[in-house]
């Protein structure tokens, strides 16, 4: 005990002290304060328009239905009604997401009455061996999937790339 009190007065002791407190209170004031049920997420800013280009890269009904369901998600976050703009890109074994007769034209012509861009990577249709008319007719073909996304990121908008599911019930 003796030495602890002797410590106490010692000024080498009293400013590491004084450092050690400095640095914790520096630490706690830079923390987020929150309280439970008092955040609700980020805010959009309102004057600002957002961008988000969905990559599919799978095929399956899983995967599509879980990239489908996202972009719907997305576009019905109160935060970012009438602010946002988004694509799906599809490349690779994606291309199914386009194939006609799948079983996703409706919900393809409905998101795209949102406004949702819907493209397709024409290296994947030379590579694949894909005919174009095997796809609906209401995609747009883009040059490479890779060059749309950097374009695409290079203005901003945010890289979403949902993974398939590990089961078909999500």
Known sequence: MAADWQSFGDPIMLKKQTLTLAFISATLAAMPVTHAGTFHGAQAN??????????????????????????????HDPRLKGHI?????????????????????????????????LAQCGNTLRELHVNRHDLYPFITVVPSGVGEITIRESEGWAYIHPGAPHHEGF
């Open 46 to 75: 309102p004057h600002r328009e957002y961008g988000a280009i969905f990559q599919i890269d799978n095929g399956g009904n899983g995967a599509i239905k879980k990239t489908l369901n996202n972009i719907e998600n997305l576009l």
């Open 85 to 117: 703009k988004i694509e799906l890109i599809a490349n690779s074994k994606g291309f199914d997401v386009y194939v006609k007769g799948n079983g996703f034209r409706r919900k393809l012509k409905e998101l795209q009455h949102q406004g949702v861009i």
